[in-house]
């Protein structure tokens, strides 16, 4: 396909992989972000191996393994230290692990490879797409274009992938989180995600994110889980008498808080459940959580953006029209993402959520389950990002394994 004029809104992951990839096809890209000034938003995550792969692909890995922090383990347990989940990567393929990163590392990583590819108009929300799917409008009345492709990756909370006509479903989900970054310090497990959970009303997470580019400090990501409609009562009720209940529940992790005197350093995080019937129409495509938006707790938001952003750019390489390549980029992308939504629908209440039946069953039953055979490598395959549909697995490529093996 000849260069296309491509206009990109929305710089989170999804755009800012998108902007690189076919900029360096030579497409002609511009990004439209409703921000005044460009940054990350939220504090970390965990890439898995097919996150890492694209990257790989990017070549970024080895900036990514610089700032971010290998880890092997997910390990969750109850308060009285019974354990709940216990996942290795090793116990898929001794080669593969994820690597936690703040939002921040990634975000400027992403941005310095595409500095001298691009333009990013700053401060354009964009609040309409012509019929035609061909031009852009921005919130002072303004249209932009003609272009041969218009790409929406506006996160989660997307305005306009209703322009698809296409929006099965778009549910908040009821429970969110308070994020914060906080220093490592003697943090015992520096290679572990670590969670602890009281039923599903409460959960603490605590994931090692390494650092980012002028900032040398290694970082945990640090969650509390919530129901939203509780954000303003439990800052309401104070700091410490937070502080006091996370202590109780968990001494280690609330030794990290020490640096948190107020209320505004931790961030709050809701989420969306989000179904397209299809993620394009005519010269409009839809990519990361703009698509297919899910709950956190199977970690994949970050991960599945980036292979959306890759497999655009290589559907556009193998088509020889822009409508063709829609076609077969959301034949791909919905094969793989479509069990991680099922996964994360079914999954969510029995981490938050006010069921204490069903939480005491995933007490009972969880660890068993990723102990049998099938459930073991099914688990794991989903964990890792490469389970495909219920029974199929994606093949990671030996070049880019060997390169994790360096």
Known sequence: MDSQHIAIIGYGTAGQAAALSLSRDGHRVEVFERAPELGPVGAGFLLQPTGLQVLWELGLLRQVMAHGRRVDRLYGET???RAVMDMRYAGLDARLFGVGMQRGALFSLLADAWAEHGEVHRGHAIDAISEDTRRIRDQQGRWHGPFDLVIAADGSASQLRGFTGAVEREAIYPWGALWQLVPQGGWAWGNELRQRYVAARKMIGLL????RPGDDTPRLSFFWS?????????????????RDEVAHLWPEADARLDDTVDADQLARASYRDVTLRYWHRDRLVVLGDAAHGMSPQ??????????????????LRTQASVPAALHVYQRERQAHVGVYQFWSRWLTPIFQS?????????DLAFLPMGRLPGGRGHMLRVLSGTQHGFFGALSLKPDFLAALQG
């Open 79 to 81: 308060p009285c230290g």
């Open 208 to 211: 090692p994110v390494g650092t």
């Open 226 to 242: 919530l129901p939203v409609a509780d954000f303003d009562a439990w800052r309401a009720r104070g700091l410490p008498a937070w």
């Open 298 to 315: 199977l970690g994949q938001g970050v991960n599945m953006a980036l292979m959306d952003a890759l497999a655009l750019r290589d559907a």
């Open 354 to 362: 006010d069921r204490d039946v069903i939480a005491r069953a995933r």
